[in-house]
């Protein structure tokens, strides 16, 4: 009894110092009522609550060392025209660390805010990852909107924006927009669109979706589910809805890019065929790219739960080998991988480059396997 009342004040302390600095206390909330379990898995979420803890103090400290000494860049390629001149020494910024999805020791989404004389200037979004196969989408949307209308397979343009590609990190343009994950339960965009537009909108709407899932399918993108799409205007019926795919770093031929759009009822031109042949394919072939064995999805419903690591490592062996992969690492390594992910609260992710599958970035070089010749 005296042991569990040591546990449970030590518990209560941390969450005391979560809340007073803006952290989510979930894990130290289910230690607290998790009494009835084994003394395993009550120090597995201590564990868990005071990684999580150090990890976002340390990350939002890396954030804010990279925005400050990257901070005359940032204003000259985001600043909108109508706020320069600017001098970069009496600008701030605030950074909001976004998403409860994390990866590599607690890292996530930030949105940076910058302003002067505390009015709010412009807003970008930080990522710690590289961007290079998002901008080669991004640059090949716009190589595509450049060609003459009589070339392209719709008038309608496809979605494009600004990013800057940092080793491990990158910046990207704002995207206004509504998250279509909190404004709708369907299971993809294109249900969303069909259950939530009408008329014009709608039929709009749809031309959109089914020519940006044909061309992202033939370019092999994929996990685009609602969450990883904005749309823009929907509260604005007088304008069309613009449908805005915010990350598309995961690349796999063969398999449906999940956006729920018709793609096969559209016809790409020659010319775009061309483009994503000579422009896109040379760019995207020495990118590394998020490599998904399973949906981020299914990923990101096992974190926290370390009896599961097992399971999921003996089902990521069948895949890799199922995708022609030579294991290249004994099961209980690939096992403490999983593990030392769930600890952080991170989704585990794979990284495919040249060839070769990496468990999350590849500066950290762990090798998991190879592709067969």
């Given at each position: 009894?005296?042991?569990?009342?040591?546990?449970?004040a030590?518990?209560?302390?941390?969450?005391?110092?979560?809340?007073?600095?803006?952290?989510?206390?979930?894990?130290?909330?289910?230690?607290?009522?998790?009494?009835?379990?084994?003394?395993?898995?009550?120090?597995?979420?201590?564990?868990?609550s005071?990684?999580?803890?150090?990890?976002?103090?340390?990350?939002?400290?890396?954030?804010?060392?990279?925005?400050?000494?990257?901070?005359?860049?940032?204003?000259?390629?985001?600043?909108?025209?109508?706020?320069?001149?600017?001098?970069?020494?009496?600008?701030?910024?605030?950074?909001?660390?976004?998403?409860?999805?994390?990866?590599?020791?607690?890292?996530?989404?930030?949105?940076?805010?910058?302003?002067?004389?505390?009015?709010?200037?412009?807003?970008?979004?930080?990522?710690?990852?590289?961007?290079?196969?998002?901008?080669?989408?991004?640059?090949?949307?716009?190589?595509?909107?450049?060609?003459?209308?009589?070339?392209?397979?719709?008038?309608?343009?496809?979605?494009?924006y600004?990013?800057?590609?940092?080793?491990?990190?990158?910046?990207?343009?704002?995207?206004?927009?509504?998250?279509?994950?909190?404004?709708?339960?369907?299971?993809?965009?294109?249900?969303?669109?069909?259950?939530?537009?009408?008329?014009?909108?709608?039929?709009?709407?749809?031309?959109?979706?089914?020519?940006?899932?044909?061309?992202?399918?033939?370019?092999?993108?994929?996990?685009?589910?609602?969450?990883?799409?904005?749309?823009k205007?929907?509260?604005?019926?007088?304008?069309?809805?613009?449908?805005?795919?915010?990350?598309?770093?995961?690349?796999?031929?063969?398999?449906?890019?999940?956006?729920?759009?018709?793609?096969?009822?559209?016809?790409?031109?020659?010319?775009?065929?061309?483009?994503?042949?000579?422009?896109f394919e040379?760019?995207?072939?020495?990118?590394?790219?998020?490599?998904?064995?399973?949906?981020?999805?299914v990923?990101?419903g096992?974190?926290?739960?370390?009896?599961?690591?097992?399971?999921?490592?003996?089902?990521?062996?069948?895949?890799?080998?199922?995708?022609?992969f030579?294991?290249?690492?004994?099961?209980?390594?690939?096992?403490?991988?999983?593990?030392?992910?769930?600890?952080?609260?991170?989704?585990?992710?794979?990284?495919?480059?040249?060839?070769?599958?990496?468990?999350?970035?590849?500066?950290?070089?762990?090798?998991?396997?190879?592709?067969?010749?």
């Open positions: 009894m005296f042991i569990e009342q040591e546990i449970k030590k518990i209560s302390n941390l969450k005391e110092q979560y809340e007073r600095d803006g952290f989510d206390s979930l894990y130290i909330d289910t230690a607290l009522f998790s009494f009835d379990e084994n003394e395993l898995t009550i120090k597995f979420y201590m564990e868990i005071q990684t999580c803890f150090i990890n976002r103090l340390s990350y939002a400290n890396e954030v804010k060392a990279f925005i400050e000494q990257n901070k005359a860049l940032i204003l000259n390629e985001f600043c909108p025209l109508e706020h320069r001149p600017i001098n970069p020494k009496s600008i701030n910024f605030q950074i909001k660390l976004v998403s409860e999805e994390t990866h590599n020791q607690g890292k996530l989404p930030a949105f940076i805010t910058f302003n002067s004389n505390e009015n709010p200037l412009f807003k970008i979004v930080y990522k710690p990852r590289s961007a290079a196969i998002d901008r080669a989408v991004i640059d090949t949307f716009d190589q595509i909107n450049q060609l003459p209308s009589e070339h392209r397979s719709s008038d309608i343009p496809l979605p494009t600004k990013i800057l590609d940092f080793p491990a990190r990158s910046l990207w343009e704002y995207v206004e927009g509504e998250d279509i994950a909190k404004l709708s339960k369907a299971d993809s965009v294109g249900i969303f669109i069909r259950q939530s537009l009408s008329g014009s909108r709608k039929e709009r709407a749809e031309q959109r979706l089914n020519r940006m899932d044909a061309i992202l399918t033939r370019m092999g993108i994929s996990d685009l589910h609602t969450e990883n799409v904005r749309a205007n929907f509260k604005d019926k007088s304008k069309d809805v613009e449908l805005i795919p915010i990350d598309l770093e995961n690349r796999h031929k063969g398999i449906l890019t999940q956006l729920g759009g018709r793609p096969k009822e559209v016809r790409l031109t020659p010319e775009e065929d061309r483009i994503i042949e000579e422009f040379p760019r995207a072939q020495d990118a590394p790219f998020r490599y998904l064995p399973l949906s981020t999805r990923m990101a096992l974190v926290g739960n370390y009896l599961l690591a097992e399971t999921l490592a003996k089902t990521l062996l069948e895949r890799f080998e199922a995708d022609k030579l294991v290249d690492i004994p099961f209980s390594r690939l096992q403490g991988l999983l593990l030392m992910s769930i600890l952080s609260h991170d989704v585990p992710y794979f990284t495919k480059w040249r060839g070769i599958l990496y468990y999350g970035l590849l500066s950290e070089n762990n090798i998991i396997a190879r592709k067969e010749d």
